[in-house]
């Protein structure tokens, strides 16, 4: 008698799996992916927030956590009518995040593929970029920027890095790129002054 039920539940669920729509996607080289595409990639396009209307269009904020144990919190003050915008993304494990920018018109890209990676990120000014990228385990950035129109592209890839970046006077140059790789590198950038 449980065989014939079992065999007719196989039957059912067999039969309703064909009134299922299928759907693919094809992979292509993440590291050919900007942060976006990877979230849209990840989690797909229907899960992704709509472009904001009008009437809230002051900040736009997207947080995806895969891995267990991650921690994130964006915060976002807008002082004008250009939307702030971060997206975010932590595939792995134990991860932590706290960003925080105040002004308008500032775009925030972040990925932390690892685990226990840690990001602390005060952004203050107005049309700032940063693509902050973290990929390997136990890697830390601290940063405080305030200033307007820079560009701050950081990567580290390796393990048990840390960089400590202090921005805040006009005359620094406007913005720079920071690529470390291999492990235990620790920098710290000041005023746009490098000191190891």
Not at 50 to 60: F, K, L, T
Not at 97 to 103: A, I, R
Not at 141 to 152: A, H
Request: charged share 20%; net charge negative.
């Amino acid at each position: 008698m449980a065989m014939k039920k079992l065999f007719f539940l196989l039957c059912t669920v067999s039969a309703a799996s064909l009134w299922l729509p299928a759907t693919a996607q094809s992979r292509t080289d993440p590291e050919d992916l900007r942060v976006e595409q990877r979230l849209a990639e990840t989690i797909g396009l229907e899960r992704l927030p709509n472009a904001p209307s009008q009437a809230d269009a002051r900040n736009v904020s997207s947080l995806l956590q895969m891995g267990t144990g991650n921690r994130g919190a964006i915060t976002q003050n807008n002082t004008g009518v250009l939307a702030n915008s971060a997206f975010v993304e932590q595939a792995g494990l134990s991860n932590q995040l706290s960003f925080t920018q105040t002004g308008e018109g500032n775009s925030a890209r972040i990925t932390q593929d690892g685990d226990r990676n840690e990001l602390n990120v005060n952004l203050t000014g107005d049309r700032n970029e940063m693509k902050l990228v973290q990929d390997g385990d136990d890697n830390k950035i601290n940063s405080t920027v305030v200033g307007d129109s820079r560009k701050y592209e950081v990567m580290q890839i390796g393990n048990n890095h840390t960089l400590n970046q202090l921005e805040s006077t006009p005359l620094a140059p406007r913005g720079y790129s920071v690529e470390m790789r291999g492990n235990g590198i620790q920098l710290t950038i000041e005023q746009g002054r490098v000191l190891p």
